[in-house]
């Protein structure tokens, strides 16, 4: 796989000699693009320092007789935690969730055993806590279990989303191919265009890291547009040639793709 995306980047009309890759191999590939593209999340959920430490020695707030009891005097308990950039609230049972500003933006509501999760002030979920309580949960390893859920899911979130953003570029660029139905399986083609997003994904991976101002960011993506007109160009030029042997006959390396086995070898795929 290394050299198929080195081929990707490089040299993007040997791609074709992969045409014949499975499905399943395509959904690697993907997979594996999604990581790098993913790694500035990585990067900002292990290197997030928030301005008050999440744990529960600084809410002042601890579950007793399974219920959220806040005594401390000294914290203003309307105002926010930070968690991962939402807002976090801890109240007792009496204080009203109304009165927080949560109008704008995310917000998690720890209160008596619920844990509320709110977005632009309207409430998506609850969740109740009161067998794990009853278990012996404490706030403290429960902050913490949230923490580390979150990220988790914030990584396979941003993986997946990534994996559907990429099968969408390879379909819009195969769009073009349409025309040559009758002389080149779509299936194929999609899957040589698939193999040409690499460009495309090192831009975000490095967009991600670096957050590219939005002209650098789009003559960036203009670039790494190259490899899949080329594979587009390529893949016409072979067309062409095929449905005009009197004009020009191609070598037999030029036909257009067809099912036969590839000719990448196994090397390719380390």
């Given at each position: 796989?290394?050299?198929?995306?080195?081929?990707?980047?490089v040299?993007p009309?040997n791609?074709?000699?992969?045409r014949?890759?499975?499905?399943?191999?395509?959904?690697?590939?993907?997979?594996?693009?999604?990581?790098?593209i993913?790694?500035?999340?990585?990067?900002?959920?292990v290197?997030?320092q928030?301005?008050?430490p999440?744990?529960a020695?600084?809410?002042?707030?601890?579950?007793?007789?399974?219920s959220?009891?806040?005594?401390?005097p000294?914290?203003?308990?309307?105002e926010?935690?930070d968690?991962?950039?939402i807002?976090?609230y801890?109240?007792?049972?009496?204080?009203?969730?109304?009165?927080?500003?949560?109008s704008?933006?995310s917000a998690?509501?720890?209160?008596?055993?619920?844990?509320?999760f709110?977005?632009?002030g309207?409430q998506?979920?609850?969740?109740?806590?009161?067998e794990?309580?009853?278990?012996?949960l404490?706030?403290d390893?429960m902050?913490?279990?949230l923490?580390?859920w979150?990220a988790?899911?914030?990584v396979l979130v941003?993986?997946?989303?990534?994996?559907?953003?990429?099968?969408?570029?390879a379909a819009?660029?195969?769009?073009s191919?349409?025309?040559?139905?009758?002389?080149?399986?779509?299936?194929?083609?999609y899957?040589?265009?698939?193999?040409a997003t690499?460009?495309?994904?090192?831009?975000?991976?490095?967009?991600?890291l670096?957050?590219?101002?939005d002209i650098?960011?789009m003559?960036?993506?203009?670039?790494s547009f190259?490899s899949?007109?080329l594979v587009?160009?390529?893949?016409?030029?072979?067309?062409?040639?095929?449905?005009n042997?009197?004009?020009q006959?191609?070598p037999?390396?030029?036909?257009?793709p067809?099912s036969?086995?590839?000719d990448?070898?196994?090397?390719d795929?380390?």
């Amino acid at each position: 796989m290394y050299k198929l995306i080195v081929d990707g980047i490089v040299n993007p009309r040997n791609l074709l000699k992969y045409r014949n890759k499975s499905g399943w191999y395509v959904l690697a590939f993907f997979t594996i693009l999604a990581l790098f593209i993913s790694i500035g999340t990585i990067v900002f959920l292990v290197g997030y320092q928030p301005t008050v430490p999440f744990e529960a020695a600084a809410t002042g707030c601890a579950y007793e007789s399974g219920s959220l009891v806040c005594t401390d005097p000294d914290i203003a308990y309307d105002e926010p935690f930070d968690f991962y950039g939402i807002q976090a609230y801890f109240l007792n049972a009496d204080d009203e969730v109304s009165s927080l500003d949560i109008s704008t933006g995310s917000a998690i509501v720890f209160q008596e055993h619920f844990i509320g999760f709110f977005d632009q002030g309207k409430q998506l979920m609850t969740m109740d806590l009161a067998e794990e309580l009853a278990a012996g949960l404490t706030l403290d390893v429960m902050m913490q279990t949230l923490l580390r859920w979150y990220a988790i899911v914030a990584v396979l979130v941003s993986v997946l989303f990534n994996i559907i953003l990429l099968a969408f570029f390879a379909a819009m660029a195969s769009i073009s191919i349409m025309r040559l139905r009758n002389y080149i399986r779509y299936g194929m083609a999609y899957k040589i265009l698939a193999f040409a997003t690499t460009p495309f994904a090192i831009v975000l991976t490095f967009h991600n890291l670096l957050h590219f101002n939005d002209i650098i960011l789009m003559a960036l993506m203009v670039v790494s547009f190259r490899s899949a007109f080329l594979v587009i160009r390529e893949l016409f030029d072979q067309a062409y040639a095929y449905m005009n042997p009197g004009n020009q006959e191609p070598p037999a390396s030029e036909a257009p793709p067809t099912s036969e086995p590839d000719d990448s070898g196994s090397d390719d795929d380390r």
